[in-house]
Each structure stands twice: as C-alpha cells, then as structure tokens.
C-alpha cells in the first residue's frame, strides 16, 4: 500500500510528521519528498501558509509524485490537509484534488461541538461535487465527553446511518485502535 500528503503544514523541525507517521504506518520506504512533496511551516491551509512563506504550492510536484507512486502500488491512501473545501492551490481545493485523482473519501468527523453541521456539509459538498463517499469515520482526539457532546454524536451517528464505518477512540500516544474500530472490509481493504 502506498501513501501520500501532498501538502502538510505546520512542519517543524522534525518534519512531516503526519506524513511521517502514514509512512510507518503503511510500513512503506517510499522517499518523504514523494509522500508529501509540499511542506510548510506556517499552520494554515496549503495556499495560505505558501502565501505567508513567499512561496506557492507547485501542483505539478504533487501530480508527478501521485503517478510515481499510484504506478508502485495497487492501493493508495491519501490524506487531505483541514476539509474538502481547502484551499490547496490557485483555484483548487482538497475536493478538486480528490476528483483529478478519482479517489473515494473517507471523510473524519471529529467527536465535539459543531460535528453534526460540518460533516453533513462536508457530505453535501462532496456529494454536490460528485465525490464518492465510502464512509465517515468518528474520531475522538480530545478524550472524555461532555454530555452535550455525547448527544450530537448519537444524533450524528443516527443521521449517517450506514455511512458510519467506524469511531476512534480517544487513544494514548502511540497506541492502536483495536481491530474491528473501522469496518475495513467496507472499504475494500
């Protein structure tokens, strides 16, 4: 299986590190540059934080590191950077991306205020866009919730219906979700 992040911000000193960890986590020696062939510093969306940095996101590095490494591998993830409708380039968002390279999302809810609005709208927006959708998954990064927060998600949960393929837990540093937490078959994996 291949990976790639063809844009991530907020790279310090020890690099990528979203990239980094797809890489171990798909247990690959694809080159980084490949994986995440545009860096940044500055923490904002891929073409403001080239902006802020005097620079571009050049889109041409990102589609020649996809053919390098869709051709080595059969199967390839690819992690966006903040939502379907950021800005990645000059007049191209995540979604724009995800259609020129005709992938299937698997779209992260996060378990906190505000989910219920922003998945269905990320859901429509791809929808709109003719995207497909192989899931949703619901991620805990924050830990314990507050009552309110456990009742949107049950309202979520309910509103997704199949759509829902898994939920993480909040987890440790380092730690693994158990197996059976996402429904990988569904995807085909």
Known sequence: MGVMKPAETGVGPAGPLDAIALREAAATSDPLEQICPQTFAVPAAPTVAAQAEEREVDA????AAWRELSRRHELMVVEGAGGL?????KGATMADLAR?????????????????????????????????????????STGPLVDADALN?????????????????????????????????????
């Open 60 to 63: 041409e590095t990102i589609r």
């Open 85 to 89: 409708l950021v800005p990645l380039w």
């Open 100 to 140: 020129e390279l005709d992938l299937p999302l698997v779209l992260v809810a996060r378990a906190a205020l505000g989910t219920i609005n922003h998945t269905l709208l990320s859901i429509e927006a791809a929808e709109r866009r003719g995207l497909m959708i192989a899931g949703v998954v619901i991620s805990h």
């Open 153 to 189: 998600l049950v309202a979520l949960r309910d509103a997704l219906g199949a759509r829902l393929i898994g939920e993480i837990p909040p987890l440790a540093e380092h730690a693994q979700p158990a197996d059976g937490a996402i429904d990988l078959d569904r995807l085909g994996l």
